[in-house]
């Protein structure tokens, strides 16, 4: 794969954060809900949001779009 622009990493770590942020904010609304049917919706949207946040994680791992460096 072709080395990322930094507009396009700056792209990637903006969708993360928007992802992880929506992820924190279904958690919140989750303990609110009393609804059942809404609930369900609610557990859905946080599996969807789980499932983006490690295919985002997944495809930065992957591509080496970051450099990680061990710590001694």
Excluded: C
């Amino acid at each position: 794969m072709r080395k990322l622009a930094p507009s396009e990493m700056l792209s990637l770590r903006e969708l993360l954060q928007m992802e992880s942020n929506a992820l924190t904010k279904a958690r919140a609304t989750r303990a609110l809900v009393e609804d059942n049917e809404l609930q369900k919706q609610v557990d859905a949207a946080i599996l969807a949001a789980e499932g983006r946040i490690m295919g985002i994680q997944q495809f930065i791992n992957e591509n080496h779009v970051v450099n990680v460096k061990e710590v001694h």
